[in-house]
């Protein structure tokens, strides 16, 4: 049997009824405080009175006070801060006055002491009590304007990396849309209709898989393979047999999380630098697997290769050679940015090209998945616990040399 879980509301999330409960629990404690101290000195029961009356008076101006005070704090510091020195010093002598003419009235003074005597006196008293609320007051008000700021800052924070993150996703998908389309206008002027309409459709299934997805969302790398099954399918009514791919997923890797379109880039460059320069083409390899507490995944291909220089500011500066010499490493470069924005530093992104050739990208990232999520989510929410789950699909494990060839013309 689920426990409901005891989730107690932070204090300030109603700011009025915050104000009401310190309120009413300070000046209570006060009189309490007074009381208790009139009793101890053996004074009559009738003062008990005297002191609620100068409780009811205290609270009362207090509730003026938080009214100027409010108007106050959005000025300017010099403007604040003088105007509460004279606002604070009024308010002390009416609550000083009410207190002294109670006290003369009830008798409550020895016959030798004058009222002006008893009004200085019971001044400070006063000035105390009230100083040291409104020092409360401005100390609780500005601690949550600190709060309120943080959040705001927080939000944008977040809504700057959602559109740099949206930015660097749809810099990466122009570039393949127009070579597709390209190739269908090709494919249409030659009259091989049903060529073309294999490529349409295996065109819209790629893009209703990258309009699903949220620009800074996870998918498992079982749903990241399924799109660059739907975009090698694609590419391969281009190159036919000149383009050869494999992949090797392991079944833990499958179930791993990492940024949705996160691989078509690579892909895409595999491809252009890859098999477009070579006739007999070259041979496409993804490789993921679970080493420790990491996801590891390579990309590779068996093409021309390229050289690296140095890497500059944190991305992978990338010279081409003369069979990749329109390269300006502009999709390796979002695809590092990327990995910072969602990873920061708990990620590795490595480029790799030897001298006999071939190029491969190797990225290691924290090893997510959805079970993790789901756990975590219901330590958090003990509640939704024992609701029933929706069991996760079995992993998609691709076997090797796995060639997406469909519906290809001959």
Not at 15 to 28: D, E, P, T
Not at 59 to 77: E, K, T, W
Not at 154 to 176: D, G, I, K, W
């Amino acid at each position: 049997m689920a426990v409901l879980p005891i989730q107690p509301t932070p204090f300030f999330a109603n700011k009025n009824q915050a104000f009401w409960n310190l309120q009413l629990a300070g000046w209570g404690g006060a009189m309490m405080l007074r009381a208790m101290s009139a009793l101890a000195n053996g004074q009559p029961p009738d003062r008990l009175v005297i002191i609620l009356i100068a409780t009811i008076t205290g609270f009362s101006i207090s509730l003026i006070l938080a009214v100027i005070y409010g108007r106050l704090i959005r000025q300017r510091p010099l403007v604040t801060w003088g105007a509460t020195a004279s606002v604070l010093a009024v308010a002390t002598g009416v609550y000083a006055f009410i207190d002294s003419w109670v006290l003369d009235v009830a008798g409550a003074t020895s016959g030798t002491a004058s009222f002006a005597n008893l009004f200085v006196g019971i001044y400070f008293i006063d000035l105390t009590l009230l100083g040291a609320w409104s020092a409360l007051y401005y100390a609780i008000n500005f601690f949550l304007q600190v709060e309120e700021q943080a959040d705001r800052l927080e939000r944008l924070e977040a809504q700057a990396t959602s559109a740099q993150l949206a930015m660097l996703r749809y810099q990466l998908n122009p570039h393949f849309l127009f070579n597709t389309l390209n190739s269908i206008s090709t494919l249409v002027l030659l009259k091989q209709s049903e060529t073309a309409n294999a490529m349409l459709t295996r065109l819209s299934s790629f893009l209703r898989h990258t309009l699903v997805t949220q620009p800074g969302g996870k998918v498992t790398v079982a749903q990241e393979v399924e799109t660059l099954q739907l975009y090698l399918g694609i590419e391969q009514m281009r190159f036919e047999d000149r383009l050869r791919s494999s992949f090797r997923v392991e079944p833990d890797a499958a179930k791993a999380k990492l940024p949705a379109m996160l691989l078509q880039p690579l892909v895409e460059n595999a491809i252009k630098y890859g098999v477009s320069p070579l006739e007999e083409g070259a041979e496409i390899a993804i490789v993921a697997q679970v080493v420790g507490p990491r996801l590891r995944v390579t990309v590779s291909d068996t093409g021309p290769g390229m050289t690296t220089d140095d890497i500059e500011d944190g991305l992978p500066a990338v010279r081409p050679t003369n069979a990749r010499r329109d390269s300006t490493g502009v999709g390796l470069a979002n695809i590092r940015d990327r990995l910072a924005q969602a990873y920061g530093e708990e990620h590795r992104f490595e480029i790799r090209s030897p001298e006999s050739g071939g190029f491969s990208v190797l990225i290691e990232l924290p090893y997510e998945t959805e079970e993790a999520e789901a756990l975590s989510a219901a330590q958090a929410a003990p509640a939704q616990a024992s609701l029933p789950q929706k069991p996760a699909a079995p992993p998609a494990v691709i076997p090797s040399h796995t060639h997406p060839k469909a519906h290809q013309a001959t």
